[in-house]
């Protein structure tokens, strides 16, 4: 990162990751403009260091100095900004949603989808390189089993952790499908909130929906063992209502 102070925020990402696609829609919806600087996974990590976060993305340096870097945060901090209708409600119900969503789903989709998709990179290229700088679309090319490996070791993925992983969404997915039951078209109240941010953007890998910030695989395209368990999400009342946030709310 560089040492003169950015004259717009600069968001450092991860850009298939579901977390920096929640900051990246926060920032979006209220209309703040930024720079976003892309990486792969386990390379990032020097990036997210300069930038002056610890070891995740994403991570939002502001102008004026300031660090943002965790994703509800940065939420709270687009908001603060959000220009033409653009605000999202932050209260203290919807926001402990959104912290379960952060520590519980968020984790358990990234390990499952990573473990799903490991033997096949050549189907998440577009979406794990997209916009990053050409000497780690190289590394990519060439040593994704590396990236993969490491991923896997930061993460403790296998196939038991993947096992756990999925009874955590389908619990969560569950809760979701029971808090939609009463017709609400939201979770939390009326009106648009971090819950239903946070949710869609970490049920993403189980959803697909279109208007994701890379180009997600197909869903027809997806490996034997993912495609049912996605197809099966989609059309559960929880995934119908991400899909729904994507599609209205992701501006």
């Not at 000497?135 to 993460?155: D, M, Q, S, T």
């Amino acid at each position: 990162m560089s040492a003169t102070t950015p004259s717009q925020p600069i968001l450092v990402t991860i850009p298939i990751s579901h977390f920096c696609e929640k900051a990246r829609w926060a920032l979006d919806r209220a209309g703040v403009g930024y720079e976003e600087r892309r990486h792969l996974p386990a390379i990032h990590r020097l990036a997210v260091r300069r930038a002056g976060g610890k070891l995740t993305a994403p991570v939002l340096v502001c102008p004026e100095g300031e660090v943002v870097a965790e994703s509800s945060d940065i939420v709270a901090w687009a908001d603060a900004r959000a220009r033409g209708g653009g605000r999202i409600a932050l209260g203290a119900e919807a926001r402990a949603l959104a912290d379960d969503y952060d520590a519980r789903l968020g984790p358990a989709t990234r390990l499952w989808v990573y473990h799903e998709m490991f033997d096949y990179p050549e189907l998440v290229a577009t979406s794990m390189t997209d916009g990053v700088p050409t000497w780690e679309r190289h590394a990519f090319r060439f040593g994704n089993r590396a990236i993969a490996f490491a991923v896997a070791k930061v993460l403790t993925i296998n196939d038991e952790t993947a096992t756990e992983a999925e009874a955590t969404f389908r619990s969560i997915f569950a809760s979701v499908d029971a808090l939609l039951a009463d017709g609400r078209p939201y979770l939390v109240g009326g009106a648009f909130s971090i819950a239903d941010l946070t949710f869609a953007a970490l049920a993403a890998p189980l959803i697909a929906p279109p208007e994701y910030g890379v180009k997600l695989p197909a869903v027809e395209e997806l490996p034997p063992g993912m495609v049912d368990v996605v197809r099966e999400h989609r059309a559960s009342p929880a995934g119908r209502h991400a899909l729904k946030m994507f599609a209205t709310e992701r501006r």
